[in-house]
């Protein structure tokens, strides 16, 4: 049963910095394209991030300059590194792994809540 665990959530003030981290409890970490999905109260869940196992990124407009997402594929961890957030970053965080080697399988971590105030 794979397993992603996300943790790094909390209550942060605007202009502040948090780092999310996901583990991925699956055989090849490198098989997986790694995303991090956002959801706010009464909004649907939007992509945030992404990375290959290549390395390769892509971001929301709304995140370009300020989120960082990277992984280690020896710790089968991916991070996303959260600076100056924002009230409208206020959201849950979920981690997505997306197998794209062989057979096609996703999964989904339970999700951290991320809160931007003051």
């Known amino acids: 049963q794979v397993q992603l665990v996300e943790s790094g959530g909390g209550l942060v003030q605007p202009g502040g910095s948090l780092r999310l981290s996901c583990a991925a409890s699956?055989?090849?970490?490198?098989?997986?394209?790694m995303d991090w999905y956002r959801q706010a109260p009464g909004k649907q869940r939007e992509l945030v991030a992404t990375?290959?196992?290549?390395?390769?990124?892509n971001y929301a407009d709304s995140v370009k300059g300020r989120f960082t997402i990277s992984r280690d594929n020896a710790r089968k961890t991916v991070y996303l590194q959260m600076n100056s957030l924002k009230a409208e970053d206020t959201a849950v965080y979920f981690c997505?792994?997306?197998?794209?080697?062989?057979?096609?399988?996703?999964?989904w971590g339970q999700g951290t809540q991320v809160t931007v105030s003051s």
């Open positions: 997505h792994a997306r197998r794209v080697v062989g057979e096609r399988y996703d999964y």
């Open positions: 699956v055989s090849i970490f490198s098989f997986y394209v």
């Open positions: 990375i290959t196992s290549a390395g390769s990124e």
